[in-house]
């Protein structure tokens, strides 16, 4: 089975992939934008999710499947736009309606 991880240097990536290298019968392909270190037999490739032709050639090969946990670790328009300071409820900060 081919599975592609997008997002593969996060933490949450890196847990699957263990799991995955595991299994003989998984072929890894790990994709971020980030250079990435990978055992032998892990095929990483390194590209931005949000640029469509090296997305385009990282799939051309084809997948059985794709997990797509490729996230920006902040996003600047978003920090902006919400409350800022000790007064921020959790939920306003993570995009939920406050409880409190």
């Known amino acids: ?54 997305l385009r050639e990282a799939l051309a090969g084809g997948f059985d499947v794709v997990v797509h946990g490729a996230a920006l670790t902040h996003v600047p328009s978003w920090e902006q736009a919400r409350p800022a300071g000790p007064s921020a409820s959790p939920g306003a900060r993570c995009g939920r309606p406050s409880t409190g």
């Open 1 to 54: 089975m081919d599975v592609l991880l997008t997002g593969g240097g996060g933490f949450a990536m890196a847990v699957l992939a263990a799991r995955l290298r595991a299994d003989p019968g998984v072929r890894l392909t790990l994709l971020d934008r980030s250079p990435l270190t990978a055992d032998p037999g892990v095929r990483v490739v390194q590209a931005d999710v949000r640029d469509r032709e090296a």
